[in-house]
């Protein structure tokens, strides 16, 4: 080894590979080999077990539906709004001097600790599951897509100019096709943090998705069904980013030639 | 043939202010005419202030004192009537080669058939055939100054504004690049700037030399090149450019010492 050497496509598998099942090696040990009470955590076959019945007696899927449904839900609506709006602050300072302050200030809000306020407001229905995420994203991908589009190459903004271009074309053809890749990116990691909202929405006042199960099989004790939640969330998770990353590879070709 | 100056600069100066509200003169005022067809080098030791006499022409600096006149008119901010060469590559990234070409043409709204016939007549004068799906990047340097040529080209300019474009090239590509430049300037007889620490460079390109003084700058003198066109490179070991190239480079080095001093 030596820092910052390359390692081989076949080789970084193998070695991401190898350490889940160094994990669940660990794990296996410590439960099967009777060192840790299986009240506190059940070892791997039974949360294969539990993980069986959850998707054939206790209709998971529905929840595995209903939670992917609201974390895009909320996250499509939140950059719907964010994005326009991260762009019309990056590119015009007076609009950016208006909100940037209030923006910064509600970013740093926790949007679990709006959960109560919520309940209050829009029920225990979607809608308020919908808020959460809205309100856990909206501000985060305003501030990203702000800076992002403020850090345009000043260069390429004067050789448009020189061009003819006019302020609105200087917005449309270069401000945004610039900042498109970033703002991709930015969407991508800010849809990682989505998740962690809506499992904490779940957790109270509701009655599916996969955080809801999860606080039900807790009174039940049932761990097994609990860390294959835990699982189910991480797998998505990753998938969907994955998925995230491959689109912008194919849509923003030029920006890592 | 004063009277027929397409470009007038009258006393432009430039003053910058800094942060903590200290002022540097960049420029003093400067009095310079450009004719229809002239090629205007500018010759200055880096630092003096000649990119900034040009990026005020082009409209994307402003002057603390004077005005620069285009056909008699006031200018005021950037626009397609002076087209611009910059010494960085600013192709935009996310646009082929033939699109970058496009840009001001799109902009302008001009019928796409027409811009298609413009973007293809340019890059065939730049050399740049079977490279229209090409991006930026995906080019050498000397390249992307040829499309940036075309870009600035197409746009049909009055004048074109050129920012030491050479600058960042590597000896050879350099000299060719002026040689196509030319080449392109004797076919089309566009209206140049050129803006260069160059010596070589600023005698070949121009038919009239301006020398900047150390900052504050100031045009120094002035220089007629009277070297016959169509030019070959083999004209650089005439006599008449070694004489011309004695002067330029005795008035380029008491500048340099100047500068160095401060």
């Known amino acids: ?257 | 043939m004063a009277d027929t100056a397409q470009l007038s600069i009258r006393g432009v100066s430039r003053t910058f202010t800094g942060a903590k509200g200290q002022s540097t003169q960049a420029l003093l005022p400067v009095d310079f005419d450009v004719r229809e067809n002239d090629f205007v080098t500018i010759l200055g030791p880096s630092g003096c202030g000649k990119s900034t006499l040009l990026r005020i022409v082009a409209g994307l600096d402003y002057p603390t004192g004077g005005q620069v006149l285009l056909d008699g008119r006031n200018v005021e901010g950037p626009g397609a009537d002076r087209g611009m060469v910059f010494q960085s590559y600013t192709l935009f990234p996310w646009l082929d080669i033939e699109h970058n070409i496009r840009f001001g043409l799109r902009e302008r709204g001009m019928p796409e058939a027409q811009q298609k016939e413009r973007v293809d007549y340019f890059i065939a004068k730049v050399g740049l055939r079977g490279f229209e799906r090409h991006f930026p990047k995906q080019l050498s340097g000397g390249m992307q100054q040829r499309t940036a040529i075309a870009r600035a080209l197409a746009n049909d300019p009055k004048i074109l504004l050129m920012d030491e474009p050479f600058g960042a090239l590597d000896n050879q590509t350099r000299v060719l690049m002026q040689e196509l430049l030319l080449g392109i300037w004797e076919a089309e007889r566009k209206t140049v700037m050129f803006v260069t620490h160059d010596i070589d460079e600023a005698i070949f390109m121009a038919n009239r030399v301006a020398v900047f003084s150390a900052r504050p700058g100031r045009i120094k003198t002035e220089l007629a090149v009277d070297l016959p066109h169509p030019r070959h490179y083999t004209i650089k070991t005439s006599p008449e450019f070694m004489e011309l190239k004695a002067r330029l480079t005795e008035e380029i080095r008491a500048e340099s010492m100047a500068a160095a001093e401060h």
């Open chain 1, 1 to 257: 080894m030596a820092p910052l050497e390359p390692v081989g496509a076949q080789a970084r598998w193998m070695l991401g590979v190898a350490f889940f099942v160094l994990f669940v090696g660990v794990w296996s040990f410590f439960t099967l080999g009777g060192f840790v009470s299986p009240t506190f955590l059940a070892s791997p076959p039974t949360m294969v077990k539990e993980a069986y019945l959850l998707f054939t007696e206790f209709g998971f899927l529905h929840d595995i539906g209903m939670t992917v449904w609201r974390v895009f839900g909320g996250f499509v609506i939140a950059a719907a709004i964010a994005v326009p709006l991260g762009i019309a602050m990056g590119a015009y300072k007076p609009i950016e001097a208006f909100l940037e302050p209030f923006v910064s200030f509600c970013r740093y809000l926790p949007a679990s600790a709006f959960i109560p306020l919520l309940i209050l407001w829009a029920g225990i229905g979607e809608t308020q599951k919908l808020l959460v995420i809205f309100i856990g994203s909206v501000f985060q991908i305003i501030l990203m897509v702000a800076v992002i589009v403020g850090g345009a190459r000043r260069d390429l903004v004067e050789a448009a100019y020189t061009l003819g271009a006019d302020s609105r074309g200087i917005v449309r053809r270069v401000l945004i096709p610039g900042a498109a890749p970033g703002i991709a990116e930015t969407l991508r990691l800010v849809l990682g943090w989505a998740w962690t909202y809506v499992i904490v929405a779940e957790l109270i006042g509701s009655s599916s998705g996969i955080g809801h199960m999860i606080t039900d099989s807790q009174a039940l004790l049932n761990t097994g069904q609990i860390i294959f939640g835990i699982i189910v969330i991480g797998v998505i998770g990753l998938v969907s980013d994955f998925a995230f990353k491959a689109l912008n590879r194919k849509l923003f070709a030029w920006s890592t030639i």
